[in-house]
């Protein structure tokens, strides 16, 4: 997925992945202590940036599309902070951080801090040979305790192209087991009833499937 694919999602105001409410898995299974600092990878404009902040989290977002970040701010009325450090163009506000450009040069240093991540709308935004990348990169810059909050979607991947991509359950468990983390299956629903575009292609299942990673 190159930056121009996700561009002109961004200009055409294609971003069905974007959910004007607070992620009811993250509601249903977050439990972390406040004070943490979270990273939220390939992050958006999501409102759970603004809810984990509202926990008393630290939250440090990554995003491409720096019309995702600017919609963020307004959307929150918020003023931010913005600085360059090199590799990221930087906005701050409070407890909240998000840094605009490539998640690859995301370096450990940059989250050491960050014992915790949640991913709802990351890794089935990619193809699999990203997704491949993605774990890998994410766990060798994460600290070595860690745990996370990750979030797929399975469906029939022959009715659609992704994003979002389809993400089975052996292959959460294949991916993230390989990079050394243990994976806990939290909860899992058919969703399908509650969306009309795939039941418009003929789909006859849409997993959403919750997950706790740790290590």
Sequence with gaps: MHEDFWRARWNRNEIGF???EVNPWLLRHWAVEPGARVLVPLCGKSLDMAWLAGQGHRVLGVELMETAVQAFFAEQGLTPHIIENGRFRCYRHGELELWCGDFFALRAEDVADCPHFYDRAALI???PALRERYVAHLSAILP???EGLLVTVDYDQALRDGP???VDDSEVRERWGAAGWSVTLLEHRD???ENWKFLKLGATRL???AYRLAR
């Design 207 to 209: 997993d959403e499937t």
């Design 164 to 166: 979002p991509f389809a």
């Design 191 to 193: 969703v399908l009833a």
């Design 125 to 127: 935004a990619l193809p």
């Design 144 to 146: 070595e305790r860690c």
């Design 18 to 20: 974007h959910l004007s």
